[in-house]
């Protein structure tokens, strides 16, 4: 009776085990495409952020760019990326998302970012707070990214 209880303990040991690593081996591959992403994403922002800054839309200063990940509630492999700049010039928001999608298409064009032949980096979201513009950007690189993308359109 003990040698069979010691073996189920070994088992279970070994299945729990296996389970974990399995996990940490996924979010290590999630965590390294999050990073490429945002790679790319914030050199396509950097531009943006400098036509802004030569229009004169946003303040010279203060605009680090670095996205934060829109929230896990849409899925670890949705890649979107939240950034926000000084606003200094009123300008209307609609004009605004088609100007930087405009850019954001000149850069994935430029680099080749691209998911069925259209630009893979698109404005997801923009608002403006105060004096502070935030605008998400998605990189349509998969599935769950597309799926988020219709998601904002029905809300």
Do not use: C
């Amino acid at each position: 009776m003990m040698p069979i209880i010691i073996l189920i303990i070994i088992i279970l040991v070994l299945i729990i085990t296996y389970a974990s690593y399995k996990r940490t081996k996924k979010k290590r591959a999630i965590k390294i495409i999050q990073l490429n992403a945002k790679k790319i994403v914030d050199g396509s922002m950097a531009d943006v952020e400098k036509n802004l800054r030569d229009a004169s839309i946003i303040d010279k200063s203060n605009n680090e760019i670095d996205g934060e990940l829109v929230a896990d509630v849409w899925g670890k492999l949705v890649l979107a990326f939240h950034y926000k700049m000084r606003v200094i010039k009123d300008v209307s928001i609609d004009e605004l998302k088609n100007d930087i999608n405009q850019e954001l298409a000149i850069f994935a064009k430029k680099n080749d970012i691209m998911w069925n032949n259209q630009p893979a980096l698109v404005v997801s979201d923009i608002w403006q707070k105060d004096h502070g513009l935030n605008v998400d950007i998605a990189y349509i690189k998969n599935d769950e990214t597309l799926e988020y993308l219709d998601d904002l359109k029905k809300v």
